[in-house]
């Protein structure tokens, strides 16, 4: 069974730094590819971030510059690096993992703020 474990979320200033991780419990070459995405309050999940199997990675605009997803298949875990967030990015992040199927982490809450 596919789990996806998320942490490192919390409150931050603006302009500061956060690194989410997303560990599963399985080989992550198993999946084509994995992602972050983030749901603001009262909004739709939106992609933030993803990276391939062959470590091709595609940002949503506004992460582009700010964001940086990367993987450790040793640990088989990927994360998410954070730089210069600001209060709009204040959502729950949650780790996406796909093969035939889709997977999800429980989230994790990120709030910016001062």
């Known amino acids: 069974q596919v789990q996806l474990v998320e942490s490192g979320g919390g409150l931050v200033q603006p302009g500061g730094s956060l690194r989410l991780s997303c560990a599963a419990s399985?080989?992550?070459?198993?999946?084509?590819?994995m992602g972050w995405y983030r749901q603001p309050p009262g909004k739709q999940r939106e992609l933030v971030a993803a990276?391939?199997?062959?470590?091709?990675?595609n940002y949503e605009d506004s992460a582009k510059g700010r964001f940086t997803i990367s993987r450790d298949n040793a640990k088989n875990t990927v994360y998410l690096q954070m730089n210069s967030l600001k209060p709009e990015d204040t959502a729950v992040y949650y780790c996406?993992?796909?093969?035939?199927?889709?997977?999800w982490g429980q989230g994790t809450q990120v709030t910016v703020s001062s």
């Open positions: 996406n993992a796909r093969r035939t199927s889709s997977y």
């Open positions: 399985v080989n992550i070459f198993s999946f084509n590819a």
């Open positions: 990276i391939t199997s062959g470590g091709r990675t």
